[in-house]
């Protein structure tokens, strides 16, 4: 059985401050999704990672796959309340479209 | 623009209910999805549909039934809730393309609670 561990699974930080999020796995992914989830809604995709060692940004996030394709990191710099939410990895075997997702980070950003 | 809807936000139901939660999705996607967000646990796959009136288990299938009798429809069937089913039921839709990578689009979630 696949596992996805994420960690941490809270973060509490000061506005401006800098974080990282990581997603481990002893398996290797077709590729890797980071999602963010706001209370009352369902989760959204911010970004696909396929290569090995591929980096993404999206604004002040910074997505990185690694070399071996079983771990990713998700970087936010100069953190906004804006940013507020649960975060969620999830992995992608070419089994059919199933996603396995790692626990999730709620993250809190305090003015 | 693309949309899944869910038929309820919140739900309570009592013990030994049969529950049936919907999903329509806007998209003419192939695939259809059912999980559960539980705190701490993330979301867990229940089953999912590659197509019509296919459907297969995911991770997490005991107590749970499914239907999908047209392409836009997955439904979700509790037949008959417990206490332990109570949580944040998430439905989601995404195409399928062989060896590629594809975006799950996600309703806003059903808050079951099981009395």
């Known amino acids: 059985t696949q596992l996805l561990e994420q960690s941490p699974q809270f973060l509490s930080i000061q506005e401006g401050e800098n974080l990282t999020v990581y997603c481990n796995s002893s398996?290797?992914?077709?590729?890797l999704q980071w999602y963010r989830q706001e209370p009352g809604e369902g989760p959204v995709l911010l970004v696909t990672v396929v290569t090995g060692g591929e980096v993404k940004k999206l604004k002040r996030l910074t997505f990185q796959f690694g070399d071996a394709r079983k771990d990713s990191s998700l970087h936010i710099t100069a953190a906004q309340p804006g940013d507020t939410g649960l975060y969620l990895c999830?992995?992608?075997?070419?089994?059919?479209?199933?996603?396995?997702f790692g626990q999730g980070t709620e993250l809190s950003v305090k003015p | 623009d693309v949309k899944v809807t869910q038929s309820s936000r919140y739900l309570v139901k009592r013990t030994g209910e049969k529950v049936f939660l919907e999903c329509v999705q806007d998209m003419d996607h192939e695939n259809m999805f059912w999980y559960r967000q539980d705190p701490g646990l993330g979301l867990r796959l229940i089953y999912f549909s590659y197509d019509v009136k296919m459907k297969e288990k995911g991770d997490i299938p005991e107590g749970y039934s499914v239907s999908r009798e047209k392409k836009e429809r997955f439904s979700l069937i509790l037949e008959s809730a417990s206490t332990n089913q109570t949580s944040m039921y998430l439905c989601?839709?995404?195409?399928?393309?062989?060896?590629?990578?594809?975006?799950?689009?996600f309703g806003p979630g059903t808050r079951l609670t099981v009395t």
């Open positions: 398996s290797v992914f077709s590729s």
């Open positions: 989601a839709s995404s195409l399928w393309l062989p060896g590629l990578y594809y975006e799950q689009y």
């Open positions: 999830a992995g992608i075997w070419n089994q059919g479209g199933k996603l396995i």
